[in-house]
């Protein structure tokens, strides 16, 4: 699905690109099985080896990484993400039944901010857009500005980022927007222009994204999708709430062919009351921390099966800003008469103001940004560390570094999608990386720009290292402390190996009997693989 080089590449069309992981892992030591459970009594022994004979060393070690309070029982919430995998449907969202804006209401004015994207942050402008046409880039290239830079809302429409009846408690996360992509949907069509008309909560996400550019799409094509927000801090009146959203714009329209740009996230936080009828402060923005923060993807034909062109490159800033907290617009004076706030009767506006808000309880806005992360990508149940940290921290624990090395920001090739969605967030595979490995994931441009570094010899030398062993688009390595290159292979490689059934003449990778993912269980051989190469090499 993905050509050998960044560049022109089609959709994903087959069906292993979407795979659903089954269930039991390939496992061979009963030891290392038995190790995910403590027995602390004889009877718990007993249940334990009367596991053993019914689920074999396989089975139970599954059931372990499931059984999360090792009670060797699954409650329901333990087996909600096999039984979502299976199916490919989550729990109904409890939506809050629409409560009508008050005319009189607070309003609130946010202003838009945008910095264009650098053309020279794509990959295309080292060779100054060979082959790429003009009109391909029309749209970027005349974006250089919001199109609404202020608009006035009103402070009950945020209304929208309020918590359900069940989620109250700081730290509880939810989604506002639910992704409607799961195994069996795909990816929505690449051949549109315009957005669908949005509904429900969508209709304020919509409106404050078009301030930017008047085709913002709030359901993306792939995966990660919709929008998720958590409770950092809250007292008796407020909530400060932090929020992440995954939309994209089509910049194009006829007769050119579609244009896709797509930020790598929209975040940021609301303070509002509990009642929605006052809004304190409301930030949203692209996060730019990093050297690569948009991904791009162009179609050179009208059809769904046409050559796509894909690129990124660095957005400096796109985001808006409440100008302050919401107010009145309609007063009454001690006499009960009705004042226009914003002449105030007398030809100035009046100042209004406003009390500290102290919390009771709260959260650091990193540990709610890591639950929202979590909420998008379950495989980040296991922590990913910027590619320096993880090092240190490998050393540190004594323990190999679990590096996942990729071209794009989302990522939206084929295989980074596949590997996020299935493998990498499957219980067996989070036990094992979460017992032996230190993990990192990072982009090509930054440990390119890392080994330029001539500051850092040691930090350019584990780039170098991992650069010589990268193939696009995806590579995932083992690596000691030192920087050292002890196994690794190829996402579309690794996707094709276990494409195959067992049974076919010539498969590379064997698999035990039973019912189970050939690529949980080929990750899982891969990583063991590594620590047995890791033994190896420091024998040396």
Same mark, same amino acid.
């Given at each position: ?11 994903? /069309?087959? %069906? ?7 269930? !039991? =892992?390939?496992?061979? @030591?009963?030891?290392? #099985? ?100 003009? /009109?391909? %880039? ?7 500005? !919001? =199109?609404?830079?202020? @608009?006035?809302?009103? #402070? ?116 509002? @009351? ?267």
């Amino acid at each position: 699905a993905v050509d050998s080089a960044p560049g022109r590449r089609r959709p994903p /069309s087959r %069906l292993r690109d979407q795979v659903l992981p089954r269930c !039991p =892992v390939h496992q061979t @030591s009963c030891e290392r #099985a038995t190790s995910v459970v403590t027995i602390h009594t004889s009877q718990k022994y007993l249940d334990l080896l009367t596991f053993v004979r019914t689920l074999g060393a396989e089975g139970l070690f599954l059931f372990s990484s499931l059984d999360t309070d090792h009670d060797l029982y699954l409650s329901p919430e333990e087996f909600k993400p096999i039984a979502e995998k299976l199916t490919g449907i989550t729990p109904p969202v409890d939506y809050e039944e629409e409560v009508a804006h008050d005319p009189n209401g607070e309003t609130l004015t946010l202003e838009a901010k945008m910095q264009p994207l650098l053309l020279d942050s794509m990959t295309k402008s080292k060779d100054g857009f060979l082959g790429v046409s003009h /009109s391909s %880039l029309g749209g970027l290239r005349s974006w250089k500005s !919001p =199109v609404v830079p202020s @608009s006035t809302f009103s #402070a009950s429409q945020f209304r929208v980022f309020l918590p359900p009846k069940n989620k109250v408690e700081v730290g509880d996360t939810w989604w506002v927007i639910p992704s409607e992509l799961n195994i069996f949907t795909g990816y929505l069509p690449n051949n549109r222009y315009h957005p669908p008309s949005p509904k429900g909560k969508e209709v304020l996400i919509h409106s404050l994204l078009s301030m930017f550019h008047p085709r913002p799409f709030i359901k993306s094509r792939f995966a990660p999708q919709g929008a998720v927000a958590c409770i950092r801090a809250s007292n008796d009146f407020y909530y400060d709430i932090v929020f992440r959203i995954h939309a994209e714009f089509q910049l194009n329209d006829v007769p050119d062919f579609p244009f896709w740009f797509t930020p790598g996230q929209f975040t940021g936080n609301i303070v509002l @009351s509990k009642d929605a009828s006052h809004v304190r402060h409301f930030h949203l923005y692209v996060p730019n921390d990093r050297s690569l923060n948009v991904d791009m993807e162009w179609l050179y034909g009208a059809s769904e099966s046409s050559n796509m062109e894909v690129d990124i490159g660095y957005l400096p800033q796109m985001e808006l800003q409440s100008t302050g907290p919401s107010t009145p617009s309609i007063i009454m004076d001690e006499e009960g008469n009705v004042i226009d706030s914003r002449d105030g009767g007398g030809g100035e506006p009046i100042q209004f103001v406003f009390e500290d808000i102290h919390w009771t309880s709260e959260l650091s806005r990193q540990e709610a940004a890591r639950r929202l992360d979590v909420t998008f990508y379950p495989f980040k149940k296991v922590s990913y560390l910027p590619f320096s940290e993880a090092f240190k921290r490998a050393e540190a624990e004594n323990k190999l570094v679990h590096s996942i090395l990729l071209w794009g920001i989302t990522p939206q090739h084929c295989s980074g999608r596949t590997l996020r969605e299935t493998v990498l967030e499957s219980s067996p595979v989070l036990a094992l990386l979460n017992q032996s490995f230190i993990s990192s994931w990072s982009l090509v441009r930054e440990l390119e720009n890392m080994q330029a570094n001539e500051h850092n010899h040691e930090l350019s030398e584990k780039a170098r290292l991992h650069l010589e062993n990268y193939n696009f688009p995806v590579e995932m390595m083992v690596a000691l402390p030192n920087g050292t290159i002890v196994h690794h292979i190829n996402a579309n490689f690794f996707l094709d190996q276990t494409a195959m059934k067992p049974e076919e003449e010539g498969a590379t990778f064997s698999f035990s009997g039973g019912f189970e993912d050939p690529s949980t269980s080929t990750y899982i051989g891969f990583l063991k693989e590594g620590l047995e190469k890791a033994k190896e090499y420091l024998a040396q």
